[in-house]
């Protein structure tokens, strides 16, 4: 990915939006406790961008490159330099973000993306593996720019006391690698009362955007990309990723994970072997 490639999907998928300093501040708070992380690589901002400004702040050594020539992967000095890497990338290029990000070593980082993105090609195994988590962010407004149609409800936008447009993102996550140190912002959210889930095959049962998953359960189920807002690595394990799964009447459903409850945990809810 380029600089032309960021530019492109400024214009063309409208895929520009500036992150908060609200949401900067609640997300990357918990780094300030990692004393190893001394040295900041944020690709694919400017100057003046919120994840820069709170890394200065915070007196972090910093480098950017969001708009240099080449973009972020002429920059692989500074991703080597780096202890940890912050941004927000443009959503429709995650792909091939993620694939420059980790590397072969794994570089820690912290970047906003959303559940679309959570699901991405490259991702699979870290889930499996249990080397990545999300959560969710309290503010999750973004400035877009004015020209911008409103392709959404009236409720996804406002402008605030600067003047700027700004765009409500529900689907926006952080994710990170750097589990070992992540502190209550990744608590799984409570469980809601069970809808009416489908059945992928006559073992399986899965589970919709809306359908809430017993806290506890028997066997595999196959969930939507929503359900990684309850995921405890601690009591579950995410065994496989189907991209385009039918259920029991041939019907194509949306992407599901394939998730085992532990059996620690189904015995202490009393759900048996």
């Given at each position: 990915m380029r600089?032309?490639?960021?530019?492109?999907?400024?214009?063309?998928?409208?895929?520009?939006?500036?992150?908060?300093?609200?949401t900067?501040?609640?997300?990357?708070?918990?780094?300030?406790?990692?004393?190893?992380?001394?040295?900041?690589?944020?690709?694919?901002?400017?100057?003046?961008?919120?994840?820069?400004?709170?890394?200065?702040?915070?007196?972090?050594?910093?480098?950017f490159s969001g708009e240099e020539d080449g973009g972020y992967e002429a920059h692989w000095r500074d991703r080597d330099w780096a202890d940890v890497v912050i941004t927000n990338p443009p959503?429709?290029?995650?792909?091939?973000?993620?694939?420059?990000?980790?590397?072969?070593?794994?570089?820690p980082f912290v970047v906003l993306s959303n559940l679309n993105t959570l699901c991405t090609k490259g991702l699979e195994q870290d889930w499996i593996?249990?080397?990545?988590?999300?959560?969710?962010?309290?503010?999750?407004?973004?400035?877009?720019?004015?020209?911008?149609?409103n392709y959404y409800p009236s409720t996804h936008y406002k402008y605030n006391d600067a003047g700027e447009k700004m765009f409500q993102v529900p689907g926006a996550r952080w994710l990170t690698n750097v589990v070992r140190d992540c502190p209550s912002p990744l608590r799984p959210k409570p469980w809601r009362p069970c809808c009416?889930?489908?059945?992928?095959?006559?073992?399986?049962v899965s589970?919709?955007?809306?359908?809430?998953?017993p806290e506890a359960w028997r066997g595999e189920i196959a969930v939507t990309p929503t359900w990684i807002d309850y995921y405890d690595p601690d009591k579950h394990d995410i065994t496989k990723w189907d991209n385009n799964p039918k259920?029991?009447?041939?019907?194509?459903?949306?992407?599901?994970?394939?998730?085992?409850?532990?059996?620690w945990w189904r015995e202490k809810c009393g759900c048996g072997g």
């Open positions: 600089k032309s490639d960021l530019d492109k999907a400024r214009k063309t998928k409208r895929d520009e939006f500036y992150t908060q300093r609200c900067v501040d609640e997300g990357l708070a918990w780094l300030l406790n990692i004393p190893s992380f001394k040295r900041v690589y944020c690709p694919c901002d400017t100057a003046t961008s919120a994840f820069v400004n709170w890394a200065l702040d915070h007196d972090y050594e910093v480098r959503f429709s290029l995650f792909r091939d973000f993620y694939k420059w990000l980790r590397g072969d070593e794994g570089l593996s249990k080397k990545i988590r999300s959560f969710v962010p309290t503010c999750k407004w973004f400035a877009i720019p004015a020209y911008y149609e009416s889930p489908i059945l992928l095959d006559d073992k399986t589970y919709g955007a809306k359908d809430s998953v259920d029991m009447d041939g019907n194509w459903v949306y992407k599901r994970y394939r998730v085992r409850c532990q059996d």
